[in-house]
């Protein structure tokens, strides 16, 4: 599933930059660019990094 349209970042590519280390939002809009253009984005991201952070 696609989380971010502009960018054509998927959920997969997201959870698998968090397993990477990217735990930080400001991370993810770097190095994936998520939310970099409209923001629509940003409440999905941040759901996602929320349950992925709470795994750890
Ligand atoms: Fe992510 Fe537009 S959908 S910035």
């Known amino acids: 599933m696609y ?3 502009c960018k054509g970042i998927t959920e997969r590519q ?3 930059a968090i ?3 990217k ?3 400001k991370q993810l809009k770097r190095e ?3 939310s970099s253009q409209c923001g ?3 409440p999905v991201a941040m ?3 929320a349950e992925e ?3 750890v």
Do not use: S
Request: hydrophobic share 55%.
């Open 14 to 16: 997201l959870r698998a």
């Open 47 to 49: 759901a996602i990094l």
């Open 40 to 42: 629509k984005c940003v």
């Open 3 to 5: 989380v971010c349209l």
């Open 32 to 34: 994936l660019g998520v």
């Open 19 to 21: 397993a990477e280390g």
């Open 53 to 55: 952070n709470a795994k």
């Open 23 to 25: 735990t930080e939002f």
